[in-house]
């Protein structure tokens, strides 16, 4: 496929795979999931990751995370022989690869472990073999990782040559909810794109073996703008809704009853502002369209600088509201990045328990986690003045109670407990009984 291609729909009768074994490079939130859906297909699965903790769990048919359902999958094509894990890379048909792609503090993207999982394919990967990324990339990463392979394999070539079969590769970027994977992983569209026409096809022939959304085709960077555009489009958004929030405070004005109100209009539908925005997606995608094309993307970086800054109005509120306390108590409730998961990465409510802790030597933080056996993420491990106490002792121990993320749980608090507390809802959980 060339830089401009037409979109095509997939039909999943025009070809069947003949790949028998896929291995996932990376098993975190993406790769063990997308692994046991394949695995669940009856394929032969091997799953690939540094840590031998989740190698460890995945072969005893545990899941390393919370994430509904998961568990069930991983656990019954474990015992049936369709899933394995191990540290090593295999030989396979097909390799996804699944691994993390943070930012560095420039806010470009750090490719480390894409070209890390590059190089160790190159070792195994044979003519005609298809590699798909799955991580969230910049445009052209895919070419990228096709490139570090093919230099060191100068026997393989990315298009058939002379009658030898190609390396095929694709970008394939995973497009789901955490909380919803298992369902969403199946049920959603799904954009495919590849260096070529044939690679494109084939990684569709993959995932139409479990994926019964319709599955479109186009080439790779096209395929990993869109993820990026996904994400910026729902971050300009809520930093609209953020943005709202703030200013709504200064004057007085309830921005819940706000937004509601504005909502009544037809063609209108501001979205719920929070403390700030968290997960690998959202939170990272636009900042890597940012560094694509910095001068054409003001509106963009002016929106992820808008949530960015959400944490530190909430510090600053919760500091008000303490500020006649020697040795405030501060319940904070929530660490995650959205309600009803485990998952903290890039999330806002620990950057502002950081920050509490770090502003507030004499404050006493107490998390209160809505997930039996949850603890703290490293950055707040270190603090002294933070620790992961029982809901409901942190906020009848609280001076002021700062709702961060909105789990279920936190709806069996009572209005009566928070009497008499500041209260800091960054969610408008408690609007209609605080």
Same mark, same amino acid.
């Not at 073999?129 to 070419?143: A, C, F, H, Y």
């Given at each position: 496929m060339g830089d401009h291609v037409n979109t095509q729909t997939y039909n999943a009768g025009e070809a069947a795979t003949d790949i028998a074994?896929?291995?996932?490079?990376?098993? &975190?939130?993406?790769?063990?999931?997308?692994?046991?859906?394949?695995?669940?297909?009856?394929?032969?699965?091997?799953?690939?990751?540094?840590?031998?903790?989740?190698?460890?769990?995945?072969?005893? *048919?545990?899941?390393?995370?919370?994430?509904?359902?998961?568990?069930?999958?991983?656990?019954?094509?474990?015992?049936?022989?369709?899933?394995?894990?191990?540290?090593?890379?295999?030989?396979?048909?097909a390799y996804i690869v699944a691994v993390p792609t943070p930012f560095k503090d420039d806010k470009t993207a750090d490719l480390v472990y894409v070209e890390q999982a590059a190089r160790n394919i190159a070792a195994r990967i044979r003519p005609g073999n298809l590699v798909i990324l799955e991580s969230t990339s910049p445009p052209g990463t895919t070419r990228r990782m096709a490139d570090v392979i093919l230099e060191l394999r100068p026997d393989l070539a990315a298009k058939a040559n002379d &009658?030898?079969?190609?390396?095929?590769?694709?970008?394939?970027?995973?497009?789901?909810?955490?909380?919803?994977?298992?369902?969403?992983?199946?049920?959603?569209?799904?954009?495919?794109? *590849?260096?070529?026409?044939?690679?494109?096809?084939?990684?569709a022939g993959l995932y139409s073996i479990f994926c019964q959304g319709s599955i479109h085709?186009?080439?790779?960077?096209?395929?990993?703008?869109?993820k990026l555009v996904e994400n910026a489009y729902r971050d300009v958004n809520i930093a609209f809704a953020n943005e709202l929030s703030v200013i709504s405070d200064n004057l007085g004005i309830d921005v819940w009853n706000l937004i509601e109100l504005a909502n009544h209009h037809p063609r209108v539908n501001i979205l719920q502002p929070g403390p *700030?925005? &968290? *997960?690998?997606?959202?939170?990272?995608?636009p900042w890597f369209i940012v560094s694509a094309d910095p001068e054409n993307s003001r509106l963009i970086r002016t929106a992820r600088e808008v949530n960015d800054a959400k944490p530190g109005h909430v510090v600053a509120e919760v500091n008000a509201a303490v500020a006649g306390i020697a040795e405030p108590v501060?319940?904070?409730?929530?660490?995650?990045?959205?309600?009803?998961?485990?998952?903290?990465?890039?999330?806002?409510?620990?950057?502002?328990?950081?920050?509490?802790?770090?502003?507030?030597?004499?404050?006493?933080?107490m998390v209160g986690l809505s997930f039996p056996g949850a603890t703290l993420p490293e950055e707040l491990v270190q603090l002294p003045n933070v620790t992961v106490t029982a809901t409901g002792d942190a906020v009848a121990a609280a001076d002021a109670?700062?709702?961060?993320?909105?789990?279920d749980a936190f709806r069996e608090i009572r209005p009566e407990q928070l009497a008499g507390k500041a209260v800091i809802d960054t969610r408008g959980f408690w609007r209609t009984t605080v």
């Amino acid at each position: 496929m060339g830089d401009h291609v037409n979109t095509q729909t997939y039909n999943a009768g025009e070809a069947a795979t003949d790949i028998a074994a896929v291995a996932v490079v990376g098993l &975190g939130y993406i790769g063990l999931p997308t692994a046991a859906i394949l695995a669940g297909k009856g394929l032969k699965v091997i799953g690939v990751d540094v840590n031998p903790y989740t190698v460890e769990a995945v072969n005893e *048919g545990r899941v390393p995370f919370v994430e509904p359902d998961l568990g069930v999958h991983v656990a019954g094509a474990v015992s049936q022989g369709f899933l394995k894990a191990q540290g090593n890379m295999p030989e396979a048909d097909a390799y996804i690869v699944a691994v993390p792609t943070p930012f560095k503090d420039d806010k470009t993207a750090d490719l480390v472990y894409v070209e890390q999982a590059a190089r160790n394919i190159a070792a195994r990967i044979r003519p005609g073999n298809l590699v798909i990324l799955e991580s969230t990339s910049p445009p052209g990463t895919t070419r990228r990782m096709a490139d570090v392979i093919l230099e060191l394999r100068p026997d393989l070539a990315a298009k058939a040559n002379d &009658g030898e079969d190609a390396v095929l590769f694709a970008h394939c970027p995973e497009r789901v909810l955490p909380g919803r994977i298992m369902i969403e992983l199946v049920t959603n569209d799904r954009i495919i794109g *590849g260096l070529t026409p044939e690679a494109a096809s084939a990684a569709a022939g993959l995932y139409s073996i479990f994926c019964q959304g319709s599955i479109h085709l186009t080439d790779a960077a096209t395929a990993e703008m869109a993820k990026l555009v996904e994400n910026a489009y729902r971050d300009v958004n809520i930093a609209f809704a953020n943005e709202l929030s703030v200013i709504s405070d200064n004057l007085g004005i309830d921005v819940w009853n706000l937004i509601e109100l504005a909502n009544h209009h037809p063609r209108v539908n501001i979205l719920q502002p929070g403390p *700030g925005v &968290g *997960g690998h997606c959202i939170a990272v995608d636009p900042w890597f369209i940012v560094s694509a094309d910095p001068e054409n993307s003001r509106l963009i970086r002016t929106a992820r600088e808008v949530n960015d800054a959400k944490p530190g109005h909430v510090v600053a509120e919760v500091n008000a509201a303490v500020a006649g306390i020697a040795e405030p108590v501060i319940a904070a409730l929530g660490l995650a990045f959205k309600a009803n998961v485990d998952d903290t990465r890039e999330s806002p409510a620990v950057e502002i328990v950081r920050r509490l802790a770090l502003e507030n030597r004499a404050a006493r933080i107490m998390v209160g986690l809505s997930f039996p056996g949850a603890t703290l993420p490293e950055e707040l491990v270190q603090l002294p003045n933070v620790t992961v106490t029982a809901t409901g002792d942190a906020v009848a121990a609280a001076d002021a109670v700062v709702l961060l993320v909105d789990h279920d749980a936190f709806r069996e608090i009572r209005p009566e407990q928070l009497a008499g507390k500041a209260v800091i809802d960054t969610r408008g959980f408690w609007r209609t009984t605080v």
